[in-house]
C-alpha cells in the first residue's frame, strides 16, 4: 500500500471518529430519583418482531439527538397503540393515554414537565415513578422482560397522536 492511500486512510478514519464524537449522546435520568441511567443489555434494542436485538434506525436516531422518528408514522404508532395495550398502560392512564387513575399523557400539563419531551416520557416510563408506576423498560421490570427502546418509542408516538399538536421532537435540533 502506497504511503498516499496509507495517510488517505487515516485521514478519513479520523474524520469518521470525529464525526462520531462531535455530536453528544443523550443523558438520561430517572424520574425517580435524577440519578443518570445508561441502556446497555443488548436484548433492550431491536425490531421485537424480529427479536434480533440489532438497533433500528429509531433507536439509533433517539439514542444520538432524542428525536422520536416514529411520530407522525402511522404504521409505528399503530404498533404503538397495541403495545400500550399490552403493557396494560389503559388501566392506569385510559384507552386514549388521556388519563383515569393514573395522570393523562398527552399535555398540554403533565404530572412530570419533562414529559412533554420524548426523552423526557421515554426516561419516565423506563424507570417508572415515585408515584406508583414501575418501570416498564426492559430488564426494569424483571431481568429478562419489559419493553425494547423500539417498543417504548412506538408507544410514545402512539400517545403523542393523543394530544393537540405536542409531538415531543419540539426541543430537538
Same mark, same amino acid.
Given at each position: 500500500?502506497?504511503?498516499?492511500?496509507?495517510? +488517505?486512510? +487515516?485521514?478519513?478514519?479520523? &474524520?469518521?471518529? %470525529?464525526?462520531? %464524537? +462531535?455530536? +453528544?449522546?443523550?443523558?438520561?435520568?430517572? @424520574? #425517580?430519583?435524577?440519578? !443518570?441511567?445508561?441502556?446497555?443489555?443488548? $436484548?433492550?434494542?431491536?425490531? @421485537?418482531?424480529? !427479536?434480533?436485538n440489532v438497533k433500528t434506525a429509531a433507536?439509533?436516531? %433517539?439514542?444520538?439527538?432524542?428525536? /422520536?422518528?416514529?411520530?407522525?408514522? =402511522?404504521? =409505528?404508532?399503530?404498533?404503538?397503540?397495541?403495545? %400500550?395495550?399490552?403493557?396494560?398502560? *389503559?388501566?392506569?392512564?385510559?384507552? @386514549?393515554? $388521556?388519563?383515569?387513575?393514573?395522570?393523562?399523557?398527552?399535555g398540554p400539563t403533565f404530572k412530570y414537565? !419533562?414529559? &412533554? *419531551? /420524548?426523552?423526557?416520557?421515554?426516561? #419516565?416510563?423506563?424507570?417508572? *415513578?415515585?408515584?406508583?408506576?414501575?418501570?416498564?423498560?426492559?430488564?426494569?421490570? =424483571?431481568?429478562?422482560?419489559?419493553?425494547?427502546?423500539?417498543?417504548?418509542?412506538? #408507544?410514545?408516538?402512539?400517545?403523542? *397522536? /393523543?394530544? !393537540?399538536?405536542? #409531538?415531543? /421532537?419540539?426541543?430537538?435540533?
Open positions: 500500500m502506497s504511503i498516499n492511500k496509507i495517510v +488517505a486512510s +487515516a485521514l478519513v478514519g479520523a &474524520a469518521v471518529s %470525529f464525526a462520531g %464524537f +462531535a455530536q +453528544a449522546d443523550v443523558v438520561f435520568t430517572k @424520574t #425517580t430519583d435524577g440519578t !443518570k441511567f445508561e441502556i446497555s443489555d443488548p $436484548k433492550a434494542f431491536g425490531d @421485537t418482531k424480529k !427479536k434480533d433507536e439509533i436516531e %433517539f439514542l444520538k439527538t432524542g428525536k /422520536n422518528i416514529y411520530v407522525g408514522d =402511522a404504521k =409505528a404508532e399503530k404498533r404503538g397503540k397495541k403495545r %400500550f395495550g399490552y403493557w396494560s398502560c *389503559t388501566q392506569c392512564h385510559g384507552p @386514549t393515554a $388521556k388519563g383515569q387513575v393514573g395522570p393523562g399523557l398527552v414537565p !419533562k414529559d &412533554a *419531551t /420524548n426523552v423526557g416520557m421515554f426516561e #419516565t416510563i423506563w424507570f417508572g *415513578t415515585n408515584g406508583g408506576m414501575g418501570g416498564k423498560g426492559y430488564g426494569v421490570m =424483571a431481568p429478562d422482560d419489559g419493553m425494547t427502546v423500539d417498543e417504548l418509542l412506538k #408507544t410514545i408516538a402512539w400517545v403523542r *397522536t /393523543n394530544g !393537540k399538536g405536542l #409531538t415531543g /421532537n419540539e426541543e430537538v435540533k
